[in-house]
């Protein structure tokens, strides 16, 4: 069956870095694009980032471009998220889903404050 296993949250301070990581099993990784998503306290899940099945092609939130970097390795299965200068308003649920969501991991808590 298809599993998504994210890992690499944490708490991080204002202006911080961290990479998550989305470890794929039971499906031809190779072969979807993949995205990442995350939910803040009371919002609406939202769309960080996209990649297509070869890596060839990314699209970015706004609010995230030049900061966060979407990338693959499709030999180890594993899709990544580099989030450089994080904010306190990016705290949230990180998920990493298959397409645009016909998969979705469990999550990983991302909590940027002093």
């Known amino acids: 069956q298809v599993q998504l296993v994210e890992s690499g949250g944490g708490l991080v301070q204002p202006g911080g870095s961290l990479r998550l990581s989305c470890a794929a099993s039971?499906?031809?990784?190779?072969?979807?694009?993949m995205a990442w998503y995350r939910q803040a306290p009371g919002k609406e899940r939202e769309l960080v980032a996209f990649i297509t099945s070869g890596g060839g092609y990314t699209n970015y939130a706004d609010s995230v471009k030049g900061r966060f970097t979407i990338s693959r390795d499709n030999a180890k299965n594993t899709l990544y998220l580099q989030m450089s200068r994080l904010k306190p308003e990016e705290t949230a649920v990180y998920y990493c889903?298959?397409?645009?969501?016909?998969?979705w991991g469990q999550g990983t808590q991302v909590t940027v404050s002093t």
């Open positions: 889903a298959r397409r645009v969501g016909d998969y």
């Open positions: 039971g499906f031809t990784f190779s072969n979807y694009a």
